[in-house]
């Protein structure tokens, strides 16, 4: 089964940036997406963004316009570059794959078929 395997968390102050990266075991189906999640303290998982098998790339309102999500085929690594960093943004960040066919940003998550174990991030003021 494919493994992924998410990195780059940590602490930074408001405003600051940070990388994360996702590693995949194996080559990941061609007709996957792949997406990132996060999970605060008390919240449900949100979808954050996606790149689409076709290389269709979407954000949620919550993180347009700060984060950037890119993919690296030859190396099988999905990243998030995450800038202007608020408090809010303090979570738990998964990486997934699978299907993305979803109505809302919520439900994304029920298409995916394998999840990493989540790096965290801490937003501090």
């Known amino acids: 089964a494919v493994r992924l395997v998410e990195s780059g968390g940590g602490s930074v102050q408001a405003g600051g940036s940070l990388r994360l990266s996702c590693a995949a075991s194996e080559y990941i189906s061609a007709t996957y997406c792949m997406a990132w999640f996060r999970q605060a303290a008390g919240k449900e998982r949100e979808g954050l963004a996606v790149?689409?098998?076709?290389?269709?790339?979407g954000y949620a309102d919550s993180v347009k316009g700060r984060f950037t999500i890119s993919k690296d085929n030859a190396e099988n690594t999905l990243y998030l570059q995450m800038n202007s960093l608020k408090l809010e943004d303090t979570a738990l960040y998964y990486c997934a794959a699978g299907r993305c066919r979803a109505d809302t940003w919520q439900a994304l998550q029920y298409g995916m078929a394998y999840w990493g174990k989540g790096t965290l991030v801490t937003i501090s003021s």
């Open positions: 790149v689409d098998s076709d290389g269709t790339i």
